[in-house]
Nanobody, 118 residues
């Protein structure tokens, strides 16, 4: 299972970029897709997660500004980020939990850097 994230870059404070994540490879089910981020000198943290039964969770710091969505027919997830703040700067990682014919477990994309300028 491969996860390809894109859409990062330098964004002005208040900007509204969207991060797409494309899942590919051989898997039977993909129960969750989401986004984590690692800010400079901080640990990786959950940003948004679309889980089983279409449950959605957000970090308190992004709730009301970020929206996660999935297109299951295309194996895509999107993170719409609005009203970005400098503290949103970090490397954003796409994450998924998938079941293949031989195993099940978490998968990570390579990360895309989002830098928010004040």
């Amino acid at each position: 299972v491969q996860l390809q994230a894109s859409g990062g870059g330098l964004v002005q404070s208040g900007g509204s970029p969207r991060l797409p994540c494309a899942a590919s490879g051989s898997f039977i089910t993909m129960s969750t897709m989401g986004w984590y981020r690692r800010a400079p000198e901080k640990q990786r943290e959950l940003v948004a997660l679309s889980g089983t039964g279409d449950t959605i969770n957000y970090a308190d710091s992004v709730r009301g500004r970020f929206t996660i969505s999935r297109d299951k027919s295309k194996n895509m997830a999107y993170l719409q980020m609005n009203n970005l703040k400098p503290e949103d700067t970090g490397v954003y990682y796409c994450h998924a939990y998938a079941r293949t014919r031989s195993t099940s477990g978490p998968y990570w994309g390579q990360g895309t850097l989002v830098t928010v300028s004040s």
